[in-house]
């Protein structure tokens, strides 16, 4: 039987960089006389493990705005999702010290919408309302921007077609989606530009999930419960691999393997640490 990891499995660039940036300002507080405490706005990542151990080492998760308006002084670490503008002042007003471990990929849809916006564009952003990044994006338009997740979205939307618009993405949306809602917008009347921000570590996760489920007998995904990302590498792959399962860590695997098992596919969301990964794929490979 063979095992087949993804490539593309585990940690994103911004993912990585943000995870990073917290273990270095815990170092740099430990260094300095200062001492100051370390907050970071909303978990990290979606990965308990990973925000536990930040836990055990002082730093605090705050969850919302109420939180963050609590804290008199410290060091605010901005996730990979990033924030909305109105955030970014009341850090800075309170005189905290921002760290921003923004994605890069993700800042860039924010100064997309900041401009389109402002020159009057009603901005659209397919993706997950509700989700952080989402919020955050929204949080740097000029005029209160419309989010659609699907057909029936569109079809609720009661916005004036008249006007142009800018449509962005989520970093994370499936990109099949993606196109299929721009072309339903297309046709229901919307005009003007759309920018695919949906992320290239995305894409190539996705892809290379789809084609090892649609070989293997059985598929492995590894993830946070919370993990969208995850979530959706989770629906790609059930559509190839009828035996698809969907884990948090080596102890949710419950694994019967049947002799005409030949291949075992493994793939993991942008916000599972590497040791996670090679756990299960050692086990797989171990123990069958
Ligand atoms: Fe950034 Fe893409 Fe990861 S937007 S956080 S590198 S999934």
Redo the contacts with the bound molecule.
Sequence with gaps: MEVKLAKSAGF????KRAVETVYEQIEKQKASDKKLPIFTYGPIIHNEQVVKDLEEKGVRVLNGRKELEAVREGIVVIR?HGIGKEICQLIEEKGLVCVDAT?P??KRIHNIVEQESTKGKQILIIGNAGHPEVEGIKGWCAVPAIVVESEEDIKKLKEDTGKEVCIVSQ??FNYNKFQYLVEILKKSGYNGSVVNTI?N??EERQTEAREIASEADVMIVIGGAHSS?TRKLYEICSKECAQTCFIQSLADLELELSESVRLVGITAG?STPNNIIREVQSYVRNEF
């Design positions: 994103c660039f911004g993912v990979s994605c990929f993700v970093t994370t992320c570590a995305t990302n942008a």
